[in-house]
């Protein structure tokens, strides 16, 4: 994994690197180890004491003014400091946008990690921005002239399959928030980007778990309904309620607007042999619950017989039996033309590209009018991210 991270990264002998948040845990304490190994020298700025507990306690640097204070100090940190490469975990944060502006404005590298482009069983990092703002070309030509070399083909070869990643994150989850809330009075300004409040997160945490094997047996019979609909349903992955994806990458202010639109859409214009299928995202099992709001407007419509909605039903076998897939711009899109099944992405995807998904085709006319998937063109353009942008790891069950 380190060896990938260098080989994107480049030369970092003698340079100044600073962390800002990275995902919770020690990731980034772990990989600045291994920079220090190879010349480099580090720096962390932290926001809460979650990010202090986690991180190398003699890089460290507090941030405990407010958000309007923090362009003026990342500026005077970086300049007093001599900062060469900027590292950090999402580019949407408050924090990080301010912070990415700056650095770019100063002729710093900036590194982006986010989850994989290809998971499960990967991480993402990009120079510049990832997602909608990773500077990946959006032609269809370049992809259709890549070719994979040997390094490339020894790398598929040598892909390991990550297992049980998701304890170890719950568990990070958990210490950072926790420890987060209970010494917030030394980081008073602090303002998370999401729900920082410990005992809630908890419950959900509860709440997910409770409900996770109770669906189990409710929803035991979806894999038979869904095969039983093979092609004549339309599939609707939705996404987490506070993703950075969809507040800040597409035109919906929450996931009731997008449900909303596509259910007004499927009674108008799809055929009245279809049917449409909703699946709540596994991260918001204990948090969002969208079935009685899809009821009723479902009702409304006229259409509460030919919608199915699911929270836990396995997800290839639903993408390789749905007609095709409507998306605000979730990975699962892109796990969908894995399977050859048709996109329509209502959002900024990286992508939605000609050729992959049905871009230029509306809302109206996409019930009926779909684009297939180039397969080859896929092909080439899932190694082109895996050489570019991915490595094989995790960021929450770190090995070498």
Request: proline share 2%.
């Amino acid at each position: 994994m380190i060896d990938k991270i260098l080989k994107l990264v480049g030369d970092i002998k003698g340079k100044n690197i600073l962390f800002l948040q990275g995902p919770v845990g020690p990731f980034f304490n772990y990989i600045g180890r291994f920079f220090v190994k190879n010349d480099a020298k580090i720096f962390t700025i932290g926001f809460n004491f979650g990010d202090y507990f986690y991180a190398n306690k003699s890089t460290y640097t507090p941030y405990k003014d407010t958000q309007e204070n923090w362009g003026e100090f990342f500026t005077n940190f970086i300049n007093k400091n001599k900062i060469d490469m900027l590292f950090l975990f999402g580019d949407c944060r408050f924090y990080h946008k301010t912070a990415i502006k700056i650095a770019k404005q100063n002729k710093l590298d900036v590194f982006v990690f986010e989850e994989g482009y290809l998971r499960p069983s990967f991480i993402t990092l990009q120079k510049d921005g990832v997602n909608a703002n990773a500077n990946l070309p959006t032609d269809k030509k370049t992809y259709q002239l890549f070719s994979i070399d040997t390094e490339l083909e020894n790398e598929i070869h040598s892909i390991k399959e990550i297992k049980g990643a998701y304890k170890f994150m719950a568990l990070h989850a958990s210490i950072y928030y926790n420890i987060g809330n209970i010494f917030s009075f030394i980081y008073p300004n602090y303002k998370h980007h999401r729900d920082f409040n410990a005992f809630k997160e908890g419950v959900c945490g509860v709440r997910n778990f409770i409900k996770k094997y109770y669906l189990k047996i409710k929803e035991k019979n979806n894999i038979k309904k869904l095969i039983a609909m093979r092609k004549k349903y339309y599939f609707v992955p939705l996404q987490v309620h506070n993703d950075f994806q969809v507040l800040q990458h597409s035109k919906y202010k929450n996931i009731e607007e997008f449900i909303s639109e596509v259910l007004i859409s499927f009674a108008k214009n799809a055929s009245k042999k279809s049917f449409l299928v909703f699946k709540h995202h596994p991260m918001d099992r204990g948090k969002k619950d969208y079935t009685k709001f899809i009821i009723s407007l479902a009702k409304k419509l006229n259409v509460e017989s030919r919608i199915l909605i699911t929270f836990d039903t396995n997800l290839p076998t639903a993408l390789k039996n749905a007609k095709a897939t409507i998306t605000i711009n979730s990975t699962v899109g892109f796990q969908s033309l894995y399977h050859k099944t048709p996109v329509l992405c209502l959002g900024n995807a990286l992508y939605d590209i000609d050729g992959l998904t049905s871009k230029g085709v509306s809302l109206t006319k996409f019930w009926k009018n779909y684009k297939k998937v180039d397969a080859e063109l896929f092909f080439k353009f899932k190694n082109y991210l895996l050489k570019y942008t991915q490595i094989n790891g995790s960021f929450y069950k770190i090995y070498n």
